[in-house]
Nanobody, 128 residues
Framework: QVQLVESGGGLVQAGGSLRLSCAAS????????MGWFRQAPGKEREFVAAINWSGGNTNYADPVKGRFTTSRDNAKNTVYLQMNSLKPEDTAVYYC?????????????????????WGQGTQVTVSS
């Protein structure tokens, strides 16, 4: 088990950028694949991005490809989500998630049910 704490959310104008951070507790962070999800009011939680344990493999949802980048620093027990060219439709609560997994494939990690550790979320609001 890991405890996850997100930070970096806020209010930004369309076209702007934000970087979210997710700090994890525990000494086995490098054994976890990490995911980012978001949930807008009245909508289901949706996949944003995933990164494998080493950071060598990433996957993105189509709406954010080319604009968002996820990375991790295992020495700091932290995963990041760099969000550029933000749009009003990116407005949501953003969650990071973790699952113990040292494989390379991210094929199943685009679904929230694949994760068993969640942060509390951080609000991102993009104004038009």
């Amino acid at each position: 088990q890991v405890q996850l704490v997100e930070s970096g959310g806020g209010l930004v104008q369309a076209g702007g950028s934000l970087r979210l951070s997710c700090a994890a507790s525990g000494r086995t962070f490098s054994s976890y694949a990490m995911g980012w999800f978001r949930q807008a009011p009245g909508k289901e939680r949706e996949f944003v991005a995933a990164i494998n344990w080493s950071g060598g493999n990433t996957n993105y949802a189509d709406p954010v490809k080319g604009r968002f980048t996820t990375s991790r620093d295992n020495a700091k027990n932290t995963v990041y989500l760099q969000m550029n060219s933000l749009k009003p439709e990116d407005t949501a609560v953003y969650y990071c998630a973790a699952v113990y997994y040292k494989g390379t494939s991210l094929g199943l990690l685009d679904h929230f049910a694949s994760y068993d550790n969640w942060g509390q979320g951080t609000q991102v609001t993009v104004s038009s």
